[in-house]
């Protein structure tokens, strides 16, 4: 009974060692780029600013209109 004990705490860890093992091989994923655009400043200089993804826009109605 005691080595079938040891034969499981011992698959056990060698479990463990192998998913340690591929977690750490495993290669990162790439760093994504927030898009920038670049604006001409003063003098004729470039700026880069962020580019946002969503475009907002105002609006002058700031409720639904009720029906009816």
């Given at each position: 009974?005691?080595?079938?004990?040891?034969?499981?705490?011992?698959?056990?860890?060698?479990?463990?060692?192998?998913?340690?093992?591929?977690?750490?091989t495993?290669?990162?994923p790439a760093?994504?780029?927030?898009?920038?655009?670049?604006?001409?400043?003063k003098?004729?200089?470039?700026?880069?600013?962020?580019?946002?993804?969503?475009?907002?826009?105002?609006?002058?109605?700031?409720?639904?209109?009720?029906?009816?």
């Open positions: 009974m005691m080595r079938s004990v040891w034969a499981t705490l011992l698959s056990v860890w060698l479990l463990f060692a192998v998913l340690a093992i591929l977690a750490w495993r290669q990162q760093p994504t780029q927030s898009p920038v655009v670049v604006v001409k400043g003098n004729g200089t470039q700026v880069l600013v962020p580019a946002t993804t969503a475009t907002t826009h105002a609006t002058t109605r700031t409720s639904p209109v009720p029906a009816g």
